[in-house]
């Protein structure tokens, strides 16, 4: 993690995104503890959403996109 001021919105997005990582790995471990195909479905894609905000939330950190600069 980068060092900002807790004033600087970039702080909070790097802690909501280590949250988000926290809870897709803990999705995809549920996946493997059930049995039900349409629960595993439900993790998997409640994942891969989630996998994408955190997508937008580094991008906003990084200012890796031209709409964050």
């Known amino acids: 993690m980068q060092e900002f001021a807790k004033s600087d919105p970039r702080y909070h997005t790097e802690k909501v995104g280590v949250e988000l990582d926290s809870l897709i790995n803990h ?10 195909p ?3 479905a439900l993790f998997e894609t409640s994942a891969e959403v989630l996998v994408g905000l955190r997508t937008a939330f580094k991008h906003f950190t990084d200012k890796s996109e031209k709409v964050w600069q």
């Open 38 to 40: 349409q629960a595993q």
């Open 27 to 36: 999705l995809r471990e549920d996946i493997k503890k059930v049995d039900d």
